[in-house]
């Protein structure tokens, strides 16, 4: 449903927010935690930080946590930031899909299209990490 990016990005967060508010977790830990390979992981853990999603810290003791309480941050939050349109917009691209100009898919797309919108919007990485511990 999403791109690999987005995907990865919402593992490696999903991974953060269940750990112990406070610790940081290298990159490797994350990698290996989430099944990310690295060379993706480093990109999209430079991308969460630019977002400020993720707090960066360096040295030896450094690492990654959250920039945010976990309940605070939501998966359409991590879908927009990524660059990935959300749920709410037409899949054909039309700019104005709606149902006076509705693309060939709206009739059969618009009520499950609206329900992943509002669940993305309302669950948030708090809610996911609480199901995969």
């Avoid at 690295?38 to 003791?61: E, N």
């Avoid at 946590?65 to 879908?79: D, F």
Wanted: charged residues 25%.
């Amino acid at each position: 449903m999403f791109p690999r990016s987005t995907e990865y990005a919402i593992r490696a967060l999903v991974f953060l927010a269940a750990q112990a508010p406070g610790k940081l977790s290298g990159a490797r830990e994350i990698a290996e935690a989430a099944h990310i390979p690295m060379p993706f992981l480093w990109k999209i853990l430079q991308k969460l930080t630019a977002k400020r999603l993720v707090r960066s810290f360096r040295g030896v003791r450094g690492g990654y946590e959250l920039a945010k309480s976990p309940e605070r941050i939501s998966v359409e939050k991590v879908v927009r930031e990524m660059g990935y349109p959300t749920m709410g917009q037409c899949l054909f691209g039309y700019p104005k899909c709606s149902r006076r100009n509705p693309c060939p898919l709206f009739g059969l797309c618009s009520e499950t299209r609206e329900k992943i919108a509002s669940t993305l919007r309302t669950t948030t990485l708090k809610d996911m990490a609480r199901s995969v511990a």
